[in-house]
């Protein structure tokens, strides 16, 4: 009988595979090298074979192999980095660029933006040079102009832009996020700012799709008349969540089902038991079963398209395949090897789905099931059927639960309490208005019917989101300002991988390993509060209105601020909660300023001094002066009757008094910080 490890020949496979494509990403590497040294080491293992079985132990064979698929992973994650490309259009200096649009645009706060392949650079002269690279393409929201759809080839300036970094500490990093796409450049389109070249060369079938989408977008805008119920039913049939409210999101987040409203594997599932239910007739048909198993494979694929083949969505259509597959050749396989093989062939196509947040997710919730759900389903038996659904749904959840919550944790700082209560109510409910959608569609040209049904589905999601509202608001329902590491991340899944190996093996060594990590974990936590107990910090905040500045020591927080109830208010959560969790900070006082000037004795070393007027102290010795708003200000008048070591200027100072300041400040010899042009200001104190 094959071992554990030999049953499961992807998982020992994708490691190493992984590990290449993490390893190219992080230091943007040329294949060149690697494929040097792979030939070298192939020849060396051929002479080695050849005339020494001695020479060549099983170890160093297994050292070839796995570097073999290291290097793959390299070559499959520099294929996607088009900036190591030999004609990048980012190192093309002509005028123009001809791009194809590669989605649909969507709505931004510039207008709108999609993703575009880059064709070829032009010059001047209209001569076309050949480039490569994608690009993010803004347009100016006008009404007088058409916006390019998908497909749509149009020549644009060659103003191309990098990604701005975050301007504050802990923030968003949405240049990072996007060079985890392959995009490292946009460009900003103003009105007429492009000329359509009259081609479209999109794919035929995506083009349908779209349509497809689009279609079912106005047979919902069409039956539900409330935009809350259109964005939860879009999100629910095909994926698309964008005109979800903060407030619904944040609700279905804090219930631990935001799962729910993201295309995954439940809805694959659902479209497959559908599927098998209508074509279960032509099985006893000849050559049915074949038949139903192709038919089965076109329904998953084509809904799998339809949802524009999300991460999560192609893992679960992708593991069906093998599902069914495995079924018409009779070998089951091990299903914990046929997931590992499904994100090996994905990665394969796309390495960079490794990033993708989803991705994680989804992969981590069906290994968790597999791994859990059959012992705990088989813990306790019922005698009616009705009660041993609810057990298997609780099953289920706690089972996908297990993996998915140290990523939880590390991305969302959260772990929701009442997840098993959300998720026994929101599934079944949410399942149910699936299929209520799915039957919208097909009676839609009934108006009659199609009225009614559309006001019974906009009842069912009126009460879906109005229980998750409500289970979010309970007391307890969540734990957060949770900051986990990656350090922490990785060793929270090595004990569980060491968990599972213990009780599946029986071998101390896993156990005892375990507790190691345990131990490692507690370290790495003492490591962080010795850093968090010394700290001593100030920061001025980049915000595009008002004013935040934050002393921070040890683990308590001291924020003087222009804005009126900055607590729990939006720019808190987005912009300061983030730096929080960083520096572990557990309380917080919130101090509002008026519209004087204000003095600040924040530490010894540490005098601030913020001008908002033009009443100008004297005789003072300042560390630091904060200019803010667009009163005038003596600036040459406060330079001469105090010692001043640094300027910071706001983010909401006007361009002209802005470049009017700094030319005084350069004049002085005083050294300054722009808050606007460098981002937030940071002093360790």
Not at 29 to 58: V, W, Y
Not at 230 to 236: D, G, M, N
Not at 318 to 346: H, T
Request: charged share 15%; aromatic share 12%; net charge positive.
């Amino acid at each position: 009988m094959a071992s554990f490890w030999q049953q499961m020949p992807f998982i020992r496979i994708i490691i190493p595979f992984i590990l290449g494509i993490i390893y190219a990403a992080k230091f943007a590497i040329s294949t060149s090298e690697h494929l040097i040294i792979l030939i070298a080491t192939g020849i060396l293992f051929f002479l080695f074979k050849k005339f020494s079985r001695t020479i060549l132990p099983n170890f160093k064979e297994g050292f070839f192999f796995n570097y073999s698929l290291f290097i793959l992973g390299i070559i499959c994650q520099s294929n996607q980095n088009y900036l190591l490309h030999h004609k990048h259009y980012s190192e093309s200096n002509q005028a123009y660029l001809c791009v194809q649009l590669t989605e649909n645009p969507r709505k931004n706060n510039f207008g709108y933006k999609a993703e575009a392949l880059v064709l070829y650079s032009l010059n001047s002269n209209q001569t076309k040079n050949q480039v490569s690279g994608k690009l993010l393409v803004n347009f100016k929201d006008t009404q007088n102009n058409a916006i390019p759809v998908y497909g749509d080839q149009i020549i644009i300036k060659s103003s191309i832009q990098e990604f701005s970094l975050p301007k504050n500490p802990g923030a968003f990093n949405y240049k990072n996020y996007m060079a985890h796409k392959g995009i490292f450049y946009q460009v900003f389109v103003p009105t007429n700012g492009f000329v359509f070249s009259g081609l479209n060369q999109g794919n035929y079938i995506i083009k349908k799709v779209i349509g497809l989408q689009n279609y079912i977008k106005e047979v919902l805008q069409k039956n539900l008349h409330d935009a809350g119920e259109i964005a939860i039913a879009e999100a629910l049939l095909y994926g698309y969540d964008k005109d979800i409210s903060d407030e619904v999101t944040t609700a279905y987040s804090k219930t631990g089902t935001l799962h729910v409203l993201a295309v995954s594997g439940m809805h694959v599932g659902m479209i497959f038991m559908l599927l098998s239910l209508l074509l279960k007739p032509f099985e006893k048909r000849k050559k049915g079963k074949l038949v139903v198993a192709l038919l089965n494979l076109l329904g998953i694929w084509a809904y799998s398209l339809i949802c524009g083949f999300s991460p999560s969505i192609l893992r679960a259509t992708v593991m069906f395949s093998f599902v069914i597959i495995g079924k018409q050749i009779q070998r089951g396989g091990n299903p914990f090897n046929s997931l590992a093989a499904s994100a090996m062939l994905l990665l394969m196509v796309n390495p960079l789905l490794i990033y993708n947040v989803g991705f994680q997710l989804s992969y981590a919730a069906v290994l968790g099931i597999l791994g859990f759900y059959p012992k705990l389903y088989l813990l306790v038996s019922f005698r009616y059927n009705w009660a041993d659904e609810i057990w298997k749904i609780i099953a289920v959840s706690v089972a996908a639960q297990v993996l998915t919550l140290p990523l939880s944790i590390y991305y969302f700082h959260q772990i929701p309490n009442y997840f098993l209560l959300a998720n026994l109510v929101i599934i079944p409910l949410s399942s149910i208005i699936i299929y209520l959608g799915i039957a919208l569609l097909f009676i839609s040209p009934f108006p009659i019917l199609a009225i009614w049904l559309g006001k019974l589905i906009g009842g069912l999601i009126q009460l879906l989101n109005a229980i998750a509202i409500w289970i979010a608001d309970l007391p307890g329902a969540y734990i957060d300002q949770l900051n986990w590491n990656e350090i922490t991340l990785v060793l929270a899944y090595a004990i569980i991988l060491f968990t599972i190996l213990y009780f599946s093996l029986s071998d101390l060594l896993y156990f005892r390993i375990g507790l190691l990590i345990i131990l490692l974990i507690q370290l790495n936590q003492i490591n962080r509060n010795i850093v968090w107990n010394k700290q001593k910090q100030l920061t001025i905040y980049s915000l595009k209105k008002g004013f935040v500045l934050e002393f921070t020591q040890q683990k308590e927080s001291i924020i003087f601020s222009n804005i009126a109830q900055l607590n729990g208010s939006k720019i808190f959560q987005q912009v300061i909660n983030p730096n929080q969790l960083i520096q572990g900070i557990q309380n917080t006082s919130i101090h509002e300023i008026d519209t004087g000037n204000i003095y600040l004795a924040i530490a010894p070393n540490c005098r601030v001094f913020l001008v908002q007027t033009n009443e100008i102290p004297t005789l003072q010795h300042i560390d630091i002066v904060v200019l803010l708003g667009n009163k005038y200000q003596n600036i040459k008048h406060l330079i001469m009757h105090n010692h001043i070591k640094q300027f910071v200027l706001n983010q909401d100072i006007l361009p002209k008094k802005r470049e009017a300041i700094k030319k005084i400040l350069t004049k002085c010899q005083i050294p300054f910080y722009d808050i606007k042009e460098n981002g937030a200001f940071e002093l360790s104190l």
